[in-house]
């Protein structure tokens, strides 16, 4: 079981920096999208468009369990663990 102020620490960290990058990342991706729309009309824009949807989908997934994580008590950590072992597994 973690310690209440090393995972307040820990939650503090994640949450400073680890979710702005997820926000930058999503936000410079959402950017790149809207460019690829205004230049291009082709299949290759049209595909690589939709492969920005996907990295965008799993970068929100990413955010939403981190999400989960910073919320979480430490005693909810071994329950947060068990389901994201069970996503890796699929």
Do not use: Y
Not at 28 to 47: E, H, P, R
Not at 62 to 72: G, P
Request: charged share 30%; hydrophobic share 40%.
């Amino acid at each position: 079981e973690v310690d209440g102020p090393i995972w307040q620490s820990i939650s503090n960290v994640l949450k400073s920096r680890e979710l702005r990058i997820l926000e930058q990342a999503s936000s410079n991706l959402k950017d790149l999208k809207q460019t690829l729309s205004k230049k291009n009309a082709d299949s290759s824009a049209a595909f690589q468009s939709r492969q920005i949807e996907h990295v965008l989908a799993t970068i929100d997934t990413v955010r939403s369990l981190a999400d989960l994580v910073v919320l979480s008590s430490p005693k909810k950590l071994e329950k947060i663990s068990k389901i994201i072992q069970r996503l890796r597994s699929m």
